[in-house]
């Protein structure tokens, strides 16, 4: 029994990502967020136990790969979607009222993001060294830096972010940027310790530190903080590495 206990929770992943894309395009962005946030949860849990339980298997290796394409790959994607749609509709009506091949071409350029996740999750499930650096951004990762947008507008009122997820190109830039970073080979942390020694995990601790003093200062405001600091803490820790080798 004990054995399908991990593959439930991944299940309660894709539930969340799955629901999370129904609110996406029916608009409600914040709701999606939340409950892809509630996906990483049981993504971490999932793991989590089979660990605990000593549940693996080769079915819950390839179901957690495809529950984090529809949460952290479709899921965000859509909510990018929806937040061009709205950018256009508001901003730049007569585009889309003159030429609906160009207002397409915006709306679906965020069909990237799911694609390129898709070869993430791939390349991550054959790539043995991957165990304790990951070579490109995790798609959780990923999820996060569209989610952390949403709440950060939706929960404060910092101008910046407003006209950021306003903003066809700046969303567009975005994609690109999350999407190539999923597939280039840049060492990132993983945040999997074997010990709680400092030395070997300054990277680590710098990114925790980092983030517990954003949030402590900013409240909310620090979520769309989040990714930058772990791309820096992760160059941090590669430069650290470097220099003692």
């Given at each position: 029994?004990?054995?399908?206990?991990?593959?439930?929770?991944?299940?309660?992943?894709?539930?969340?990502?799955?629901?999370?894309?129904?609110?996406?395009?029916?608009?409600?962005?914040?709701?999606?967020?939340?409950?892809?946030?509630?996906?990483?949860?049981?993504?971490?849990?999932?793991?989590?136990?089979?660990?605990?339980?000593?549940?693996?298997?080769?079915?819950?290796?390839?179901?957690?790969?495809?529950?984090?394409?529809?949460?952290?790959?479709?899921?965000?994607?859509?909510?990018?979607?929806?937040?061009?749609?709205?950018?256009?509709?508001?901003?730049?009506?007569?585009?889309?009222?003159?030429?609906?091949?160009?207002?397409?071409?915006?709306?679906?350029?965020?069909?990237?993001?799911?694609?390129?996740?898709?070869?993430?999750?791939?390349?991550?499930?054959?790539?043995?060294?991957?165990?304790?650096?990951?070579?490109?951004?995790?798609?959780?990762?990923?999820?996060?830096?569209?989610?952390?947008?949403?709440?950060?507008?939706?929960?404060?009122?910092?101008?910046?972010?407003?006209?950021?997820?306003?903003?066809?190109?700046?969303?567009?830039?975005?994609?690109?940027?999350?999407?190539?970073?999923?597939?280039?080979?840049?060492?990132?942390?993983?945040?999997?310790?074997?010990s709680l020694k400092f030395r070997g995990n300054e990277g680590r601790y710098i990114l925790v530190i980092s983030v517990v003093i954003a949030f402590a200062f900013l409240q909310l405001k620090a979520a769309p903080l989040i990714i930058p600091l772990y791309l820096v803490a992760s160059l941090i820790s590669l430069a650290i590495k470097r220099s003692t080798a």
């Amino acid at each position: 029994m004990k054995k399908h206990i991990p593959n439930f929770i991944t299940s309660l992943n894709l539930a969340s990502g799955f629901i999370a894309s129904i609110f996406a395009l029916t608009g409600d962005l914040v709701t999606a967020s939340w409950l892809i946030l509630a996906a990483m949860i049981f993504d971490f849990l999932d793991g989590f136990s089979a660990r605990l339980l000593r549940a693996y298997s080769d079915i819950g290796k390839e179901l957690d790969s495809l529950a984090d394409v529809v949460s952290f790959g479709v899921a965000p994607a859509l909510i990018i979607y929806k937040l061009i749609d709205i950018s256009i509709a508001l901003h730049n009506p007569e585009m889309a009222a003159k030429s609906q091949v160009i207002k397409a071409l915006f709306l679906y350029f965020p069909v990237i993001m799911p694609v390129c996740a898709a070869l993430r999750l791939a390349i991550f499930n054959i790539d043995e060294t991957q165990k304790k650096m990951f070579k490109g951004l995790p798609t959780p990762a990923n999820a996060l830096a569209v989610i952390s947008l949403v709440i950060g507008v939706h929960y404060t009122d910092v101008k910046i972010l407003d006209d950021f997820a306003g903003s066809v190109s700046a969303l567009i830039l975005l994609t690109a940027v999350l999407s190539a970073l999923m597939l280039i080979k840049l060492p990132l942390l993983s945040l999997k310790m074997e010990s709680l020694k400092f030395r070997g995990n300054e990277g680590r601790y710098i990114l925790v530190i980092s983030v517990v003093i954003a949030f402590a200062f900013l409240q909310l405001k620090a979520a769309p903080l989040i990714i930058p600091l772990y791309l820096v803490a992760s160059l941090i820790s590669l430069a650290i590495k470097r220099s003692t080798a």
